[in-house]
């Protein structure tokens, strides 16, 4: 196993997995030239915290079978918002309602989203 991966390889891995949890509006930013605390913002929400929950194990299990671990995970799925903390890319898991009040596509919105499949 290896943690010798891009930012860009970590967001799009989390982005699957997300993905394939159904996670809703599931969006990577690309906050290279704006920000200096991460390369890449993963944003995504979940219907229920339990489904918050499934989300952010899911992005944990599948990214930690390639040897890549969180630094640092806060929140918790009852107050809406999850952070996953992998230095250069930032998770954020929020229930609908909360994501649209922090409204974090909108403050970051002159980063350019990467596309994605699926």
Known sequence: MTTDRTAEWKARR???????????DVVVLDVQQL???????LVCSGRSSTHMETIAEAIIAD????????????????????????GDV???VFLQDTRLYYALERLWGDAPSLPLEG
């Not at 989390?14 to 809703?24: E, H, L, P, Y």
């Open 14 to 24: 989390a982005a699957q997995a997300a993905q394939d949890k159904t996670a809703i």
């Open 35 to 41: 920000s200096s605390v991460a390369d890449y913002f």
């Open 63 to 86: 990214l930690k079978s390639d040897g890549v671990r969180p630094r640092h995970a806060e929140g918790v799925a009852a107050s809406g918002w999850m952070l996953l903390d992998y």
């Open 90 to 92: 930032l998770v954020h």
